[in-house]
């Protein structure tokens, strides 16, 4: 059964950093593409970055470039999503979901997991 379990979420000041963690089960990471997505209150769900298997890397939107990053630990079969210099604007759910499309980090992303609360506030 694929699994996917997001950590690392919290509450941090403006300009604050947080990494995020996604852990898989079930698959190996050299299997599927690994994106991360936050929705906000209000708003609709948007993507944040992709890693392919080969492990390049897809930014969803141009605001979070410069500022967040993404990487893969295949031993550990484990996503980070490394968030830079917070805004109040990036406070929402992250979730990270699992596409077949390994190498394009192309939709549909199929799994997905619980999702972890980030909240940017002074």
């Known amino acids: 059964q694929l699994q996917l379990v997001e950590s690392g979420g919290g509450l941090v000041q403006p300009g604050g950093s947080l990494r995020l963690s996604c852990v898989v089960s079930?698959?190996?990471?050299?299997?599927?593409?690994i994106g991360w997505f936050r929705k906000a209150p209000g708003k609709e769900r948007e993507g944040v970055l992709c890693?392919?298997?080969?492990?390049?890397?897809?930014y969803f939107a141009d605001s979070m470039k410069g500022r967040f990053s993404i990487a893969g630990d295949y031993a550990q079969n484990t996503v980070y999503l490394q968030m830079n210099s917070l805004k109040p604007e990036d406070t929402a759910v992250y979730y990270c979901?699992?596409?077949?499309?390994?190498?394009?980090?192309?939709?549909?992303?199929?799994?997905w997991g619980q999702g972890t609360q980030v909240t940017v506030s002074s």
């Open positions: 079930g698959f190996t990471l050299d299997r599927y593409a």
């Open positions: 890693i392919s298997s080969g492990g390049g890397t897809t």
């Open positions: 979901a699992a596409s077949h499309e390994r190498l394009t980090c192309a939709p549909p992303f199929d799994y």
